[in-house]
């Protein structure tokens, strides 16, 4: 385990955070684009000694603190018998769940079977990493799940997987057993903490948050208390109410859209993480470094034991053709400015 991460995750404070990006494993990256070249996006993902070598790739040339698996969120609507493609215009399902089609998923212990190849990739990937990196696993959030099964992506208003909400307990009594055996199951390969990404949660309001999502998330941080990190797209601090932030979390992330000092007192146990615009990778050298530093100074001007917890990335993930100088002077200055 990281010594930093390890820091964070116990609120113990540090000059210097760690430091670990959302889709730091990815298209922007000249090592992904070479084994993508020689290997489909699937490939990648379910043949657990390639995603290692995605996964390894930027920790070894950036010196991020963290892993994380290298997968997709989807693999458990293709679990369930709903088809799953990459295409050039993104992940494509062979359905959309509706009422007339819930009948078509399929048998939640078959769906466990199929995700083991992720547990397979944690532990490969954990024997490729240096043991003074993190490993962290993740799965797609369950309203976010949702939203892609009845929308076939997470863009617009929502406005099928809104009207059709009343379905989304009876996708639960598939789905919420075989994201909870599949968090074990990476557990089991290795991973340290599982995240929770929650892309599509910024697309309700907080009263719907509050009635809907909510519920679910309650559960499955208390059945892994202080093991499960949770991250939201879009999401404000009125969404979190007091009976949020005092489950059991192992941490939160917060996109750049929340002011991160801030955030320490919504997230009150646990890692911060966050929260650099991620567009802001793409400026001219002079204007990023600017920016860099207009957005670390707040933190500096914090005591160590303020941003306890701290770890230091994006607000989302990186974004495809980022420059991969800017990646690495991202670390370098965060680690010079910090020390």
């Excluded at 789905?175 to 910024?202: C, H, S, W």
């Amino acid at each position: 385990m990281n010594t930093l991460f390890k820091n964070s995750l116990q609120r113990t404070p540090q000059a210097v955070p760690p430091i670990w990006f959302m889709r730091q494993a990815g298209r922007y990256h000249q090592h992904y684009q070479g084994l993508r070249a020689k290997h489909s996006f699937m490939e990648l993902c379910k043949q657990p000694e390639l995603a290692a070598q995605v996964a390894l790739g930027p920790v070894a040339e950036f010196d991020f603190d963290v892993s994380i698996l290298f997968s997709d969120i989807l693999f458990p609507l293709e679990a369930l018998g709903m088809g799953l493609d990459y295409t050039d215009h993104g992940p494509q399902l062979g359905f959309k769940l509706n009422p007339q089609t819930m009948a078509k998923l399929g048998p939640v212990d078959e769906a466990i079977e199929f995700m083991k190849f992720q547990k397979a990739a944690v532990k490969a990937t954990r024997e490729v990493l240096p043991s003074s990196k993190s490993l962290i696993g993740f799965v797609g959030g369950p309203w976010t799940l949702f939203v892609y099964a009845v929308e076939g992506s997470h863009a617009g208003s929502l406005i099928q997987s809104k009207t059709l909400i009343n379905m989304f307990p009876q996708f639960l009594e598939k789905m919420y057993p075989l994201l909870k055996e599949n968090i074990r199951l990476q557990f089991e390969g290795g991973a340290e903490i599982v995240m929770v990404f929650d892309t599509a949660a910024g697309e309700v309001s907080p009263l719907f948050f509050q009635e809907w999502i909510q519920p679910v998330l309650t559960r499955l941080s208390q059945d892994y208390p202080g093991k499960i990190g949770y991250y939201s797209k879009g999401t404000q601090p009125v969404f979190f109410n007091k009976a949020f932030t005092d489950l059991p979390w192992a941490g939160q992330g917060f996109d750049h859209r929340c002011y991160l000092p801030d955030s320490f007192k919504i997230q009150n146990k646990g890692f911060v993480q966050g929260n650099f615009d991620q567009s802001l990778l793409f400026m001219e050298d002079a204007d990023f470094k600017k920016a860099l530093t207009h957005f670390l100074a707040p933190m500096k001007a914090m005591s160590p034991v303020e941003r306890a917890g701290w770890v230091c990335g994006l607000g989302h993930g990186v974004l495809p053709k980022t420059p991969e100088k800017n990646v690495k002077l991202f670390v370098d200055t965060v680690r010079k400015e910090l020390s």
